[in-house]
C-alpha cells in the first residue's frame, strides 16, 4: 500500500470555495442563522449538519456546538462526572482538554504516552487502579491512535466511561472502526486548523440516547428539541427535565437564587407544576 505523506502547512488553510460561499451566502439572505428559526417544516442548516454528521460518522445522534472544547466539557457533565471527580487523560495534549475538565468541575490525572506520542497503557491501568477514576478522555494526538484493542480492555476491566477526543482524526480509523466509536461519546472541532473549517466549531457524537438528551440541554436547549437534526425522541427529553425539576425543587428550597428560577423556569416548569408528586 501507497502511503500519503501530508506534505503542506498544518496552519495555513486552503481558501474557501466559491460552491462554500455562495451556500453561505444564500443562508445569510435568509437572514434565518439562528438553528431554531426556521420556517414551516424547514430544517435549519445546523440540523442539517447533525444529520450528515450523524451518518458520516455512523452514530445515532449528533449535536452541533461552539467548539470542541465546549462539546468536550459538555460530554463530561452528561456522562454524569461529579464535581472534583478524577478524569484520565493524556499528559501529551492540548490545553483546552484538560480546561474541559475543569469547565466540568473535575480533576484531570495524566496518562504518560510513549514513544510513539499514544497513551502508555500500563500506565493508565495503574492510574485508574490507584485513583479509581471513572472517567477516560482519550486524546487522538495528531492523528496517532493507540492500540484500541488493548486500551478497550482496560476500559472494561476498569469500568471506565471513554470519551473519545477527536479533534486530531475525524475520519480516521482503526481497524476498520472510525475513530470516535469506542467509547459512550466522541467530540471534534472544526475550528479553522482543522479536518473541516468553520473559523470555530465542534460536534459531539454517540449513540445513547440519555446521553445526547442531556448533551442537548447542557448546550444551552431548553425547548425545540424536535429541531435538533440528529437527536433522541421527544420522551427521552422529558425523563430528563424531571430529574431537573427535582433538582431545582431542592436547590430551590435550600438556597432561593435568580439563577435558580432561571433554570426552573426554562426546563418547562409548566410541564410538571400541577403534579410534582408525579415525580
Ligand atoms: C487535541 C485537541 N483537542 C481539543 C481541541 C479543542 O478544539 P476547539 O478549538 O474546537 O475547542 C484542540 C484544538 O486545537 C485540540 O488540538
Redesign the pocket.
Known sequence: MTRKIFSRPFTQQEAISQEAIDAATEVLKTGRLHRYNTIEDELSQVSLLEQEYASYQGSRYCLACT????A?SISLKAAGLESDEYVLTNMY??A??PGAISNAGGRAIFVEINENLVLDLDDLAQKATSSGARFLLL?H?RGHIVDMNKLMRIVQEKNLVLIE?C??TMGAKWEQKKSGNFGLAACF???T??HLNSG???LITSDNAEFMARSIVLSGSYMFYERHGAAPEAEVFSDIHKSLFLLCCLCLEKKPSTQCWFSFSHYHLSKFQHSPCAL
Do not use: R
Open positions: 467548539s470542541c472544547g465546549y468536550l495534549t492540548l483546552p482538554v486524546s494526538m477526543d479533534a486530531h472541532s472544526t475550528q486548523y482543522k470555530e466549531g465542534g
